[in-house]
């Protein structure tokens, strides 16, 4: 079963910039388009980002365009989410995972879900 760790969360003010990183165990990551996820407190989950397994299609929503960036390094099983211009609203448990649709940015997940880390943007 392959494990997800994610990191780089933390707080920072309205208008600054965090890099989120998610590693994967396991050989099987390259084959799977991957996602990042966020919930909110007393929310539910909903896709940010997603990315084909070979990193050529990028889709985002819509509260995010312009502002965060996905990106993926199969040699190091690992996907990324440059958030600039953070917003409180962006105040979230963030997590990543596999996904089978990435255009439709769905929360149908192949894996189990890691820990997540969390961001907080103070106003």
């Known amino acids: 079963q392959v494990q997800l760790v994610e990191s780089g969360g933390g707080l920072v003010q309205a208008g600054g910039s965090l890099r989120l990183s998610c590693v994967a165990s396991?050989?099987?990551?390259?084959?799977?388009?991957m996602g990042w996820f966020l919930q909110a407190p007393g929310k539910e989950r909903e896709s940010v980002a997603a990315?084909?397994?070979?990193?050529?299609?990028?889709y985002y929503a819509d509260s995010v365009k312009g502002r965060f960036t996905i990106s993926r390094d199969n040699a190091k099983n690992m996907v990324y989410l440059q958030m600039n211009s953070l917003k409180p609203e962006d105040t979230a448990v963030y997590y990543c995972?596999?996904?089978?649709?990435?255009?439709?940015?769905?929360?149908?997940?192949?894996?189990?879900w890691g820990q997540g880390t969390q961001v907080t943007v103070s106003s």
């Open positions: 995972n596999a996904v089978r649709r990435p255009e439709a940015r769905s929360l149908a997940t192949v894996w189990s």
């Open positions: 396991g050989r099987t990551f390259s084959n799977y388009a």
């Open positions: 990315i084909t397994w070979n990193g050529a299609s990028t």
